[in-house]
């Protein structure tokens, strides 16, 4: 019996940590904070994906990227970024040379809280392993459900 209560215990105190490490983390209301690091991180390989917020405002974006001139590795991050710094896709190469068919999505303001994104005829952002990319052509993001080829070209560092 003692052994169970000393468990049941340790159990509860770890996680009562690790939720208040959580919760001190995250702060009130938690997503706001979360989306907040998200807005202001850029992947590098080895980071793999954040976490983005699916809503039902989307467009489609596929094409070549290339780092250095030359095909990107499989494993590179292609991240779509809105001009306030939301991350609205994001795409792990893995056809070298190519991404996407990465989904772009929409603020969704009616959602409890908001959901950051794209907004109507806004420029997407493209980074590449988190360097600023070249976006051939430019892709002005509109809620329309279609595919769009972008080509991107970025460099492996940025610039100094």
């Known amino acids: 019996m003692q052994r169970w209560v000393l468990l049941g215990t340790i159990v509860t105190v770890g996680i009562s940590l690790w939720l208040g490490a959580v919760t001190a983390r995250t702060g009130e209301g938690g997503y706001a904070l979360l989306r907040v690091e998200a807005r202001h991180r850029r992947a590098s390989t080895s980071d793999g994906c954040p976490t983005v917020p699916n809503t039902p405002y989307f467009t489609i974006a596929y094409g070549a990227v290339l780092v250095d001139g030359t095909d990107a590795p499989v494993g590179t991050i292609v991240e779509a970024v809105s001009p306030r710094g939301d991350v609205g896709g ?6 070298a040379g190519h991404y996407g068919a990465m989904y772009i999505y929409g603020e969704d303001a009616s959602a409890d809280p908001p959901i950051p994104g794209m907004r109507d ?3 997407v952002i493209f980074y590449v392993n988190g360097v600023g ?3 051939s052509p430019v ?4 809620d329309d459900h ?6 991107l070209c970025a460099s ?4 100094t």
């Open 133 to 135: 990319a070249t976006a």
């Open 156 to 159: 492996s560092s940025a610039p």
């Open 139 to 142: 892709l002005s993001w509109h």
């Open 146 to 151: 279609d595919l769009h080829e972008v080509n």
């Open 90 to 95: 994001c795409f792990e190469v893995s056809t």
């Open 121 to 123: 005829g806004e420029e």
